[in-house]
């Protein structure tokens, strides 16, 4: 079954912890993406990778990191920093190093801190 | 600075009505434009991109330059596309999504 994955679906963690969301894509996409998507703001960058060991940050990155150290994988770590993280959270890949052309989705994971 | 407008949050219209679902952008350049969709439960997913200048599921959008828009044209809508519909820029530049929902 080829495409991008995210795990858990459902996650939950207390307040002050940092969670580690996972993102695998086994699709050969040079580029990779991890989006907040929260209601009535559509989908908001956080950081982007085009190659690996390299990645750059969106709109959003405060309170956020990432690693590249694998083509297929891009996990996102939700800090403690991070003033309000509950949210949907989205990865996405795209072919080529350009940062163009059609992005693929993963279904997402539903981060809840209390 | 790259921007993309939705000005519709929400719109609502009857099955076999038209629908135009409004899209703006800035950009500087060429811009590599898309409309994405999301059906309840489903992944987001491409409905069409300006380039291949296809017809999706009856959908259209043209890029006009001049008024920066990239608006998405059905001429007779259909109760399954009901949908939150997202433009785009590449790069990961997304409008704020615009909520679409066709009654019978």
């Known amino acids: 079954d080829g495409g991008i994955t995210q795990s858990p679906k459902y996650l939950f963690r207390k307040e002050g912890q940092n969670v580690t969301l996972s993102c695998e894509q086994n699709?050969?996409?040079?580029?990779m993406y991890w989006y907040r998507q929260d209601p009535g703001q559509g989908l908001r960058l956080i950081y982007y990778?085009?190659?690996?060991?390299?990645?750059q940050k969106g709109d959003i990155a405060e309170g956020y990191s990432v690693s590249r150290e694998k083509k297929e994988s891009f996990p996102l770590t939700v800090t403690s920093a991070q003033k309000n993280p509950t949210a949907f959270y989205l990865c996405?890949?795209?072919?080529?190093?350009?940062?163009?052309?059609?992005?693929?989705f993963g279904p997402g994971t539903r981060l809840t801190v209390t | 600075a790259q921007r993309v407008t939705q000005p519709e949050k929400l719109l609502s219209v009857f099955k076999g009505a038209p629908v135009e679902l409004k899209c703006n952008y800035s950009y500087s350049g060429s811009p590599e434009l898309f409309w994405y969709v999301q059906y309840s439960r489903q992944r987001l997913q491409l409905l069409l991109r300006h380039i291949s200048r296809e017809s999706i599921k009856g959908f259209t959008a043209d890029l006009n330059k001049g008024e920066t828009s990239f608006h998405l044209k059905k001429p007779f809508a259909q109760e399954e596309d009901s949908a939150m519909y997202y433009c785009a820029l590449s790069g990961g530049r997304f409008g704020a999504g615009t909520r679409l929902t066709v009654k019978p």
């Open positions: 699709l050969n996409h040079d580029a």
């Open positions: 996405a890949s795209s072919i080529g190093t350009s940062g163009s052309g059609e992005q693929y």
């Open positions: 990778s085009q190659i690996v060991n390299d990645f």
